[in-house]
């Protein structure tokens, strides 16, 4: 970790919670406020923030898996989110989450005519604001997280690493 943690702390209460308050509280929320509220398809949520995961290399992020009404995607899901563009793993909707995520965190300049055309043939105006949000949201605390050698401790508010050796958020 870069940041000194005292005895007895949670690395990421502390850190997220204790240090900056302020700021800390709120982007907690707004982390988990993606998660509580979307609208989006599991396959889709889950191909944008799984493609955020391999671009920031969070430890963490690459080993969750959100689960909405007992559900999760399949084991080798990550696997094709790498190969977004040739997998038949997924449809229109899908590849285009994880083609957005990848451009919005590497080339957000190059977002262009074609691609938005693209996006709005499949995804509504609240739709792509939603997915920019989760993307945004990934991107930032998932990079924050891994630059701070957090993401080896982090854990969702209610759930459990899939590692089991994190401790839970506060």
């Known amino acids: 970790m870069r940041i000194d943690i005292p ?9 997220w919670g204790e240090m900056v308050p302020g700021i800390g509280v709120a ?11 979307t609208t989006l398809g599991l396959r889709e949520f889950e191909a944008a923030r799984l493609r955020i995961a391999q671009i920031n290399g969070c430890a963490f992020c690459l080993d969750w898996r959100t689960e909405r009404d007992g559900q999760k995607v399949e084991e080798d899901f990550a696997e094709a989110v790498t190969h977004w563009r040739t997998t ?5 909707r899908t590849r ?8 919005y965190a590497l080339d957000h300049h190059g977002l262009d005519d074609e ?3 693209r996006m709005t043939a499949h995804y509504s105006q ?4 939603e997915l ?3 993307i945004g949201s990934w ?3 998932g990079r924050l997280n891994h630059v701070l050698g957090l993401d080896t401790v982090c854990v969702l508010t209610g759930g459990s690493s899939p590692a089991g050796k994190r401790t839970p958020t506060p």
């Open 126 to 129: 609240t739709e792509i604001v």
């Open 96 to 103: 285009l989450a994880a083609e957005y995520a990848e451009r």
């Open 115 to 117: 691609f938005w055309n």
């Open 27 to 37: 982007a907690s929320n707004f982390s988990l406020a993606v998660y509580a509220h």
């Open 7 to 15: 005895e007895g702390k949670d690395p990421i209460g502390y850190v």
């Open 88 to 92: 038949g793993a997924f449809d229109d």
């Open 132 to 134: 920019s949000m989760s």
């Open 139 to 141: 991107l930032a605390f």
